[in-house]
């Protein structure tokens, strides 16, 4: 099945043409933009997984959650958990469980669809879901691609996918962005969204009991 992780990716998405596809069905798989809440305070819930860290400009942050599974922050930055053994086209494990897939998402921490960085370090906390393992991904993969039209499908396929995409996710996390330095955005909307030159953050992840 083809990987839809590429497909959602920030460049892709303006490249592929199948979100050109069924624009009427956008705001079935999207969620209202949250406002930005500055000053809450990070937690940990007993039994979670619980860790800080600091990357500035063009860094990647690792930390390893279990044998299986590492939360990574990509350069950009993208939150993302990635297995530790990666299956064919399975390499990420959120991007596929976090809606809107046509819009900024809380996983994205960059000045993309508008965001600027006064924005963007001011969303806090960000929340996110997860599939524990590959099977599920290409599982949430097929019904995403029937969602977003890339499969044809009867209409009762279409319906059982949108009905279902997303219930494989069972863990899920928190991000707060704890300090941060960026440069402001300009006076001009839409010309100069700002930078971050570095953030600090503390991470909560859940993971479903066995």
Known sequence: MQSWYLAMSKPAALALPLFCVLIANAQSVSMPRRVPVPGRTPACSPGGICFSGKVSEGEEFRKTLTAELEFVLEPGWNITIVPTRP?????????????????????????????????????????FRFVMNCN??????????????????TRQKYDEALATLGTSARGKGRLWITDSKIRPSGDTPGEDPGSIEWMKFSVEILLPNK
């Open 87 to 127: 299956e064919g086209e399975c390499k990420e494990l959120a991007a596929v469980v976090n809606p809107p897939y046509r819009a900024h998402r809380e996983i994205y921490i960059d000045m993309s669809y508008g965001m600027t960085a006064e924005h963007e370090v001011a969303m806090s906390p960000r929340e």
């Open 136 to 153: 599920d991904y290409r599982t949430e993969s097929g019904r995403l691609s029937i969602v977003l039209g890339a499969i044809k499908a």
